[in-house]
């Protein structure tokens, strides 16, 4: 059984003259264990797809199994508790609770987690991606850097199946940006996870397993 499966599942927006088909129909499976890497312009529609993936957003049509159940037949409530508990999400912005330290971070997610998987230590978390004299400090007084690491962490505390970043390194250095990318790699091979990255600096493509790429709406694998 694939972690996650998704059949014949396209978006498309407006109708008649002004009907867009932003994910035409798609096909895709993600097993544990796998990075995955997708690429493509702007607008091209990885972000559509990465949304529709992680119970973001509906299909206009198809199937998205997750864990062999069948998503696109849940209450909204239920996606919600699927999301929450299965997937981890790094996106361009940080998301960070401004009014939160980055440790009370992490709390935030425990008052929510309806999980009982045991969550990562956070201090084994910030301490790897270089944060432990940062974690008593609010989003507002980190470097954008710091910022998205600290969205990292928060996404992978929760010890998800499935962590989805779209552009995580966008405002690292390349240094950094390296150290991200390997430490999402051993996730996916060392924990069983499952990962999707969307990145522009295809530098970072050679630590995947896979590579994607999505243009005008379709999607490909390219090896």
Do not use: C, W
């Not at 059984?1 to 499976?29: C, I, K, W």
């Not at 199994?65 to 508990?85: A, C, H, I, P, Y």
């Not at 709390?107 to 987690?113: A, C, E, M, R, Y």
């Not at 994607?212 to 090896?223: A, T």
């Amino acid at each position: 059984m694939h972690l996650v499966e998704m059949n014949n599942v396209n978006r498309q927006y407006g109708s008649g003259r002004t009907l867009f088909e932003a994910l035409h129909p798609t096909d895709f499976v993600l097993d544990r264990g796998e990075f995955i890497g997708l690429t493509g312009p702007s607008g091209s529609g990885k972000t559509t797809f990465l949304t529709i993936l992680g119970l973001l957003q509906s299909p206009t049509q198809g199937q998205i199994l997750v864990n062999g159940q069948d998503v696109t037949k849940m209450s909204d409530s239920e996606k919600t508790d699927l999301r929450f508990n299965k997937f981890g999400f790094v996106l361009q912005a940080s998301n960070l609770i401004p009014f939160l330290t980055v440790n009370e971070q992490f709390k935030l997610v425990n008052k929510f987690s309806h999980s009982r998987r045991k969550k990562i230590n956070p201090k084994e978390l910030l301490d790897i991606l270089d944060l432990k004299d940062v974690a008593d400090k609010y989003p507002n007084n980190l470097s954008g850097g710091e910022r998205q690491r600290a969205a990292i962490a928060r996404a992978l505390y929760n010890n998800p199946d499935i962590i989805l970043a779209d552009e995580p390194t966008a405002s690292l250095d390349s240094k950094r940006a390296e150290q991200v990318v390997e430490l999402l790699a051993q996730i996916a091979h060392n924990s069983q996870k499952a990962v999707i990255m969307i990145t522009h600096d295809t530098r970072l493509l050679s630590a995947t397993d896979h590579v994607y790429e999505m243009r005008d709406g379709y999607l490909r694998q390219q090896d």
